[in-house]
């Protein structure tokens, strides 16, 4: 889901991909994803590569891919207390970072008052004492503004604005973990359960991102790719749906596909994300092709416009909330719909549990 993002209609599959590539996938139909301003890109429903291995045992997290490859970089999110590896988004300002005084905002219009949540920086993420993240997404009943009652959620990443820099695209430069296949192939994993991603038009997703260089039209210097979105809403097929996707220009410069037990086409091939287990999340990711897991088997493989020498793409896990941002009528998880827990002052809508982010190298 790119940053502006407005209900998918279905339509015709065009082509962004390979014919090569195409003859592997077994269904057709497709979703258009039409963009703030109108244009559309394509949302793709389902097509498994059937060729990929699958992992011997599905929910093994130490499944990697063929080849040799060293722990580059991790967090188990073992212990209590205050995450050290991941920020909450709290804006683009460095120095208002730095002094502890950022708010956050996200999908915002042009003031906070227009913004249909905010990132926050805590309250809503945690270290759970027994080896896990959680990550919640509430509606604060107490706090409305102009869009209703207000949303606040966890919005991590693995990066902050450091300093303002004018020779950067938006004037400030980010510093933290950042993560690129220029110097060797990677693959980066997160084992996640998700039963509890309830509330109708929120979702989970986990990304790479760049703040600087998503979304102007080069995809080698950096691009958003969603390793896994996970949306929920009031159609039967959100039941069990999720999607990856690359983003790398704010019209006309996407590749996605969704995958989903239920509709029309239903997904030859599907892990039920909903279920009550964890799931692991992996992208494989050199200079020529991006591949996405789930439970150490492809689903889908990006062989064009790839990040291959990224700036400042870092990791993100995310529960966000938008009203209808997937499908119209999707539902609204803070007056309708099923709820994680329900109090005068808040309902908490979805939460998720992260039990580890693994970043490995190949050698
Ligand atoms: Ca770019």
Known sequence: MMLRNTPFRMSQRAGLFSPVLAVL??????????????????????????????AKDETTPEWLPEGKWALDWSDEFSGEGELEKWYPLLGYNPPAFKKNEAKGIRWSGKTEESSHMYSVKSGH??????????????????????????????????????????????????????????????YISARVRTDQVVGWSTWFAFWLFSETRAYNGNPVDG??????????????????????????????????????????????????????????????????????????????????????????????????????????????GRVEGPYVSDSPEMREMSRALVDFVRVYRKE
Request: proline letters at 6%; hydrophobic letters at 30%; charged letters at 25%.
């Open 25 to 54: 996938f077994t269904a057709s139909a497709c979703l258009a994803e039409e963009t703030a301003d109108g244009k559309k890109s394509q949302v793709k429903s389902e097509a498994a590569d059937e060729t990929t291995p699958v």
């Open 125 to 186: 993420h945690w270290l759970n004492g027994d080896g896990q993240l959680v990550m919640r997404i509430v509606t604060d009943k107490t706090k409305k503004n102009e869009h209703g009652p207000r949303v606040e959620a966890a919005y991590l990443l693995t990066g902050y604005p450091e300093v303002w820099d004018k020779t950067e695209p938006n004037n400030a430069k980010w510093a933290g973990k950042f993560v690129s296949p220029k110097d060797g192939p990677l």
């Open 223 to 332: 691009t958003e790719v969603d390793m896994i979105e996970i949306p929920r809403g009031k159609h039967e097929y959100m039941d069990k749906v999720f999607n990856v996707a690359n983003h790398w220009k704010s019209t006309g410069g996407s590749e996605s596909l969704q995958f989903r037990e239920k509709g029309t086409p239903p997904s030859t091939s599907f892990v039920d994300v909903t279920d009550s287990d964890y799931h692991t999340y992996g992208i494989e990711w050199s200079k020529e092709s991006m591949k996405c897991s789930v439970d150490g088997k492809v689903y889908y493989t990006f062989a064009e416009n790839i990040p291959t020498d990224p700036v400042d793409m870092m990791m993100f896990l995310t529960l966000e909330f938008k009203p209808n941002a997937w499908d119209p009528n999707q539902g609204d």
